[in-house]
């Protein structure tokens, strides 16, 4: 039996700002209960971590939806 693999939206927030990106989860076909993320999407979501905590903008705005904390 073959793994399946979807889109889901994962939230990624350091800092003041929050970003909204989509990975792709996979299914192993040994516990098709429980999505996993791959390593190197793990490693991807920790460079958009740090460019979050970085106020990196133009970065984030080019991998997802970026939203940022306003003083109220």
């Given at each position: 039996m073959?793994?399946?693999r979807?889109k889901r939206?994962?939230?990624?927030?350091?800092?003041q700002?929050?970003?909204?990106?989509?990975?792709?989860?996979?299914?192993?076909?040994?516990?098709?209960?429980?999505?996993?993320?791959?390593?190197?999407?793990?490693?991807?979501l920790?460079?958009?971590?740090?460019?979050a905590?970085?106020?990196d903008?133009?970065?984030?705005?080019k991998?997802g939806?970026?939203?940022q904390?306003?003083?109220?």
């Amino acid at each position: 039996m073959k793994e399946r693999r979807e889109k889901r939206k994962r939230w990624v927030q350091r800092g003041q700002f929050a970003v909204e990106v989509e990975v792709e989860v996979v299914f192993p076909a040994e516990d098709p209960n429980e999505p996993c993320l791959e390593p190197k999407t793990v490693r991807w979501l920790d460079e958009i971590a740090q460019k979050a905590q970085q106020g990196d903008v133009d970065y984030l705005r080019k991998v997802g939806r970026v939203f940022q904390a306003v003083a109220g």
